[in-house]
């Protein structure tokens, strides 16, 4: 299996002659996000707040599984364009459903300790992923492949996420404008880590079948 500075490699050359579109559909998906945050963290409820946050729950699920499917096409070298980023919306009720459970079964295991909960993000990280492989499974089926397949490597994914803190501070420092760079890196890496997993996973079915 490769090691993260391969992984960083292969999302880096993924981008090439690409930046423009990861970037458009970084910020498109992140701002979504972090509106969501932002609606729940401020105190002050008002109807924008609600309107935004309410606007988010409804479009992360597809618009996740475009921004993964842009990412994944990149990393493939296949034909990409920036209608991918909506393709969710041709699943919109197992996209929709998929979203709304990762929430859900974060947040329980967030109930009990913040390492559990941490350990639930990373069992579920492969779900948008696998449903773009597999676009006909429901939310619950990604959920629990994606699950199968982290298993034994939760730590590789962890140690890929720390890896980025700095970039991420950076980000910050610059006032977001560093996103604009390390949002694209982070998402073409994670990417080239679930193309490196399946393809460790397919080789280890594999050889349980021979014997």
Known sequence: MEINAELKEQGKQSLEGNWGLAIVACVIVWLLTAAF?????NQITTTFNDTMSLLS??????????????FLRLNRSQKTSFKNLFDGFKYFLQTFVLHILKMIFVFLWLLLLIIPGIIAMLRYAMAYYIMVD??????????????????GHKGRLFYLWLSFLG???FGVMTLGLGFLYVAPYYEATK???????KKHREVYDSEIEQY
């Not at 945050?37 to 963290?41: D, I, K, Q, T």
């Not at 729950?57 to 842009?70: D, E, H, M, N, Q």
Request: proline letters at 4%.
């Open 57 to 70: 729950l409804v479009l992360s699920g597809p618009l996740a599984f475009g921004l993964s499917k842009i």
């Open 37 to 41: 945050v932002e609606g729940r963290a």
């Open 134 to 151: 597999n676009p006909g499974i429901g939310g619950l089926e990604a959920i629990r492949r994606s699950k199968k397949m982290m298993q």
């Open 191 to 197: 990417a080239s880590f679930y193309e490196d997993l």
């Open 167 to 169: 970039w991420f501070i």
